[in-house]
T-cell receptor, first 116, second 115 residues
Framework: ETGVTQTPRHLVMGMTNKKSLKCEQH?????MYWYKQSAKKPLELMFV???????ENNSVPSRFSPECPNSSHLFLHLHTLQPEDSALYLC???????????????FGEGSWLTVV | GNSVTQMEGPVTLSEEAFLTINCTYT??????LFWYVQYPGEGLQLLLK?????DKGSNKGFEATYRKETTSFHLEKGSVQVSDSAVYFC??????????????FGQGTILTVHP
């Protein structure tokens, strides 16, 4: 138990569906992240939110839409995805973004997404 | 920019064997270095970290020493167990430059330990 909870753990969706991934952190952190992990590439940072403000969008296609209503919750809204978007999506949090050296990032267990 | 290079896997060992997974990095300034572990079907867990040169991180029998002179952070364990089978990621966090706030990962090394 890392203090970062992701739901659902597994999701299968069609290319025309709209779904959302949810992340909640119980650590009192101010920064939250979405990462993508696929078999073909190393871990990729997608989005960073710091104090609910988006501070990083790593050239992610618009079919992925993040939302951060407060410092404890982070969503990833999905629509018209492609089969190549199938991957493990990891949420993470840290005390602060770009803080002092040693800022540890804590990960959730991930949401396995399959696009059919 | 920042980058992390890990030894290519997969690594297959017998139980109680000695483990080394090499990790080297490129970064400006004074980054923090991490090892994360991902067990089958799970997300990433922090295994250990070191925040300055010559620091040694340790946890669960694993150790890694931050070597600035060789820009390395190799992971070692004296006697591996079957339960150590997982994917291991070396990572770098740099609070300076254009990578401000980003955690840069290596490609991961798959470790399989046989009884």
């Amino acid at each position: 138990e890392t203090g970062v909870t992701q739901t659902p753990r597994h999701l299968v969706m069609g290319m025309t569906n709209k779904k959302s991934l949810k992340c909640e952190q119980h650590l009192g952190h101010n920064a939250m992240y979405w990462y993508k992990q696929s078999a073909k590439k190393p871990l990729e940072l997608m989005f960073v939110y710091n104090f609910k403000e988006q501070t990083e969008n790593n050239s992610v296609p618009s079919r992925f839409s993040p939302e951060c209503p407060n410092s404890s919750h982070l969503f990833l809204h999905l629509h018209t995805l492609q089969p190549e978007d199938s991957a493990l999506y990891l949420c993470a949090s840290s005390q602060e973004w770009g803080g002092a050296s040693g800022n540890t990032i804590y990960f959730g267990e991930g949401s396995w997404l399959t696009v059919v | 920019g920042n980058s992390v290079t890990q030894m290519e896997g997969p690594v297959t060992l017998s139980e109680e064997a000695f483990l080394t997974i090499n990790c080297t990095y490129t970064a400006t300034g004074y980054p923090s270095l991490f090892w994360y572990v991902q067990y089958p079907g799970e997300g990433l867990q922090l295994l250990l970290k070191a925040t300055k040169a010559d620091d040694k991180g340790s946890n669960k029998g694993f150790e890694a020493t931050y070597r600035k002179e060789t820009t390395s952070f190799h992971l070692e364990k004296g006697s591996v167990q079957v339960s150590d089978s997982a994917v291991y990621f070396c990572a770098l966090y740099n609070a300076g430059g254009t990578s401000y706030g980003k955690l840069t990962f290596g490609q991961g090394t798959i470790l399989t330990v046989h009884p």
